[in-house]
């Protein structure tokens, strides 16, 4: 006598989406290059690395066969996840598909600068209407007006960092100083990278992806629910991450 058993309910609905995505450009097909940076990378801010997924953006590089299997192998050493690869010849796209990795056509038009090679005197056309980018040097540290959107990494190694703005889920923002941030915080900020145990995080809106100061950090799922988008001090207190509101 067999059973039948009756599914009414469906398993799945497929549901468009925007998910945060740190992109890793790469500048590099030397496997062994990117490991001596990431290495470093991982010393300077060791939560990021903590199974973050990546699309390993390959656009510029002049490599129809890229190293793609070992490339991944020394993230996933540093503990990031390759997830997909953007950009690259056909034999890339095979590649990345052979490793069950998803695949991006270029995007190169719309691809954000890297605030690196940018002049702080440079016109820079403008996020929003009202939040042009612009960054400007202070004594030790840095200021950054504008929205860092995601997949953006911005940093202070020497002083603080404050952003007169809103961070993005997905983007990244240290300091081997304080950070503050004058607006909503939603990705990632790292304090004190150089393990600075006074520095501490400063927003007005929290919405963190993670917080960390000199190593010691919290994921959103681990914050209070009652301090969620309010303004907030994040401190070290004997050893342990402190959350306080900011009166």
Known sequence: MSL???????????????????????????????????AGKLSQSPAFFHHTPVVLNVEHLDEPHLALER???VCRDHKLLPVAVRGGPDPVKQSAWALGLGWF???E???????ESVNSDEAIPPVEPETPLKAEDMS??????????SGQQ????????????AVNAGAEVLAGGSVHVYGPLRGRALAGIHGNHQAGIFCRELRA????????????EDIDPRLLDSA????????QLSIMPLD
């Open 71 to 73: 490339i991944c192998a």
């Open 209 to 220: 992806e993670l917080l960390s100061v000199a190593g010691n950090y919290k994921r959103l």
């Open 105 to 107: 056509p270029p995007q």
């Open 109 to 115: 038009a719309e691809r954000p600068r890297s605030l």
């Open 140 to 149: 030790g540290g840095r200021i950054f007006r504008g929205t860092v959107r």
């Open 4 to 38: 039948r058993v009756e599914r009414d309910s469906m398993a799945f609905t497929f549901k468009g989406g925007m998910l945060p995505m740190t992109v890793m450009e790469l500048a590099s097909a030397d496997p062994e290059h990117i490991r001596e940076q990431l």
């Open 232 to 239: 907030v001090q994040v401190r070290l207190t004997e050893e």
């Open 154 to 165: 911005i940093t202070s190694p020497e002083g603080d960092l404050v952003v007169v703005g």
